[in-house]
Structure formats: C-alpha cells, structure tokens
C-alpha cells in the first residue's frame, strides 16, 4: 500500500508562488511515472505535471513554463512549484505515482488546497 501525503498549500496571490511537497512510503525510483493532479470544484481532475523513470517531464500548456515537477530519490519525496500563479490555478492537488507496487494504477495522496486569489 502506498502512502503519499501531501504539504505546502495554502493562500496565495495570483504572481505569487508555492511549492508542494509530497512524502512517499515507497522507494520514489522504482517508479514508473510521478505526478501531481489537481481538481477544481466541478469540474474533472487534470494532470499538471508528470516526471517518468527517465527523467522525462510533461505539462499541459495550462502550466507549462509556470509548473516545475521534481523529485529527492534520497528522501522519497516528490516535489511541485509553481509560480506566476493565477486565480484559475485554484484546486486541490494530489501527489499521484504509478508503477508495480500501485498494479500500474495511478496512486492517490489526500490533496492539499491551493487557493491564488485576484
């Protein structure tokens, strides 16, 4: 069972910055795909980052230039910054991870709020 729990969220003025920090219960290396998703009220989860065992890194065009995913191999610990943030960035967002150990299935933390007010 793994276990990502999720910090760094909070209230922040649009221009401004957050990182997001994510701890995992697993070995971050073995995993095929690390990612954060976010979901605002009503409306579907999206994918706004992801990092694969290569090194590789995807962002929609939403967040592209804004986002930067990165990961700590060392402390298992997945990480999202963001900056020049916009009102419409508002979500809560999960730390998600893919690989063996999750059957292959995206793997879920509990969210942290991010609100970026106008």
């Known amino acids: 069972q793994v276990q990502l729990v999720e910090s760094g969220g909070g209230l922040v003025q649009a221009g401004g910055s957050l990182k997001l920090s994510c701890s995992a219960s697993?070995?971050?290396?073995?995993?095929?795909?690390m990612g954060w998703h976010r979901q605002a009220p009503g409306k579907q989860p999206e994918l706004v980052a992801s990092?694969?065992?290569?090194?590789?890194?995807d962002y929609p065009d939403s967040v592209k230039g804004r986002f930067t995913i990165s990961a700590d191999n060392a402390n298992n610990t997945i990480y999202l910054q963001m900056n020049s943030l916009k009102p419409e960035d508002t979500a809560v967002y999960y730390c998600?991870?893919?690989?063996?150990?999750?059957?292959?299935?995206?793997?879920w933390g509990q969210g942290t709020q991010v609100t970026v007010s106008s």
């Open positions: 990092l694969a065992k290569s090194g590789s890194v």
């Open positions: 697993v070995n971050i290396a073995s995993l095929n795909l």
């Open positions: 998600t991870v893919q690989g063996s150990v999750t059957a292959w299935a995206w793997a």
